[in-house]
């Protein structure tokens, strides 16, 4: 009975992190159509879930072979949603990076302080793994609005912005698959390593994207001034034919008024 109810939980939490991937690529695109795009979230969820429950099944961390939870959410962001192919690529890259570097920190975090393997942490049926894996699902939760508020302004990224970024991304989605390969074999006196190893990876990832932002707004800024410079010039150009205009007439009216005194 306690196994069933285990795999009963297991499974409900593979599924809802599958239906939160498909929830923020439907938050961070702009779909076709709302209807059709709901509908397939709801399918490429159940894809996603099962798949993350057939790898667990077979293997602890599935390592290259996460490259089917991007293949099926590309299908996803490329079928039903308008944007263009580098932020529908963007996205998939965020959501999967934010859950592989919020899951690998966290099981280190909790592996460190209770002192367990972090093999046994994933492995085991125990309550600590049951309110880890509860804690992880809201800490994604938590970090998607996140990067939703902070992605809001999108339109203002320049080509080059776009691939900084899923170049960055990618990279660090490479290197935290490395460093938890390496965590899962490691022992106890290598966690602080491993801990910092995350650690700096999520904070190089932070940095990375608050330069490209403040670049960004200081582009924009510029623009901005730019614009009002225009307004500036063309404003003066108007004061300057209106004061023209108003000369030419002036003139007019003063040969106009000696015409009719000449006729009188």
């Not at 899951?103 to 942490?121: A, C, D």
């Not at 901005?224 to 004061?243: P, T």
Request: hydrophobic share 50%; net charge positive.
């Amino acid at each position: 009975m306690t196994i069933t109810l285990w795999t009963i939980f297991e499974i409900l939490i593979n599924f809802y992190q599958g239906g939160l991937e498909t929830w923020f690529i439907y938050k961070f695109l702009t779909p076709r159509s709302h209807e059709r795009a709901k509908i397939w979230a709801v399918i490429f969820a159940v894809c996603e879930g099962c798949l993350v429950t057939a790898f667990n099944y077979f293997t602890v961390f599935e390592g290259f072979g996460s490259a089917l939870y991007w293949a099926s959410l590309l299908v996803f962001a490329f079928c039903f949603f308008s944007d263009n192919a580098v932020k529908k690529f963007l996205s998939i890259s965020l959501s999967q990076v934010a859950i592989l570097l919020i899951t690998s920190l966290e099981l280190n975090v909790v592996s460190s302080f209770f002192k367990i393997s972090l093999r046994k942490l994933v492995v085991e049926q125990s309550l600590l793994r049951s309110v880890t894996l509860i804690m992880i699902q809201i800490s994604i939760f938590i970090v998607f609005r996140l990067i939703l508020m902070a992605f809001k302004h999108t339109d203002d990224y320049t080509a080059s912005d776009w691939v900084t970024i899923i170049a960055v991304l990618i990279i660090s989605f490479f290197l935290v698959m490395v460093i938890h390969e390496l965590s899962l074999s490691s022992d106890g006196g290598h966690k602080l390593y491993i801990n910092l190893s995350y650690m700096l990876v999520f904070v190089l990832n932070i940095l990375i994207f608050w330069i490209i932002n403040s670049l960004i707004k200081k582009n924009r800024k510029l623009k901005e001034m730019e614009i009002v410079k225009l307004r500036e010039q063309y404003l003066e150009q108007f004061i300057g034919n209106a004061e023209s205009q108003y000369d030419a007439m002036r003139k007019l009216r003063h040969d106009i008024k000696d015409k009719y005194e000449t006729v009188n």
